[in-house]
């Protein structure tokens, strides 16, 4: 079982920058892909990021693209989001997922494949 819980999140400027960071219990965290999804008032959550197992997989959004940079430190059991050039459309609650088979190069990208799941931080963007 991996229980994650995200910190990190806040109110910023346009512009600004933010790191999240999702801790994780569970001995087994270190063999899983690691996502990043985010929820908007009012719409679907949808996914922001992915990284695999050991880090030499990386998936990105195209909205963030450039942007954002998806970490982990399985040493520590922890996912990081670094956020730059954060804009009013990043306004929305970011979850931390944790998921896919064991130890796969491959990294997931739908919510479906993600089994285990943080609680969500607030992230705030004014313009």
């Known amino acids: 079982q991996v229980q994650l819980v995200e910190s990190g999140g806040g109110l910023v400027q346009a512009g600004d920058s933010l790191r999240l960071s999702c801790a994780a219990s569970?001995?087994?965290?270190?063999?899983?892909?690691s996502g990043w999804f985010r929820q908007a008032p009012g719409k679907e959550r949808v996914f922001v990021a992915a990284?695999?197992?050991?880090?030499?997989?990386?998936y990105y959004a195209d909205s963030v693209k450039g942007r954002f940079t998806i970490s982990r430190d399985n040493a520590k059991n922890t996912v990081y989001l670094q956020m730059n050039s954060l804009n009013s459309e990043d306004t929305a609650v970011y979850y931390c997922?944790?998921?896919?088979?064991?130890?796969?190069?491959?990294?997931?990208?739908?919510?479906?494949?993600?089994?285990?799941w943080g609680q969500g931080t607030q992230v705030t963007v004014s313009s």
């Open positions: 569970g001995r087994t965290f270190s063999t899983y892909a």
């Open positions: 997922a944790a998921g896919g088979f064991p130890l796969a190069q491959r990294v997931p990208t739908a919510s479906r494949d993600f089994g285990f």
């Open positions: 990284i695999n197992w050991n880090g030499s997989s990386r």
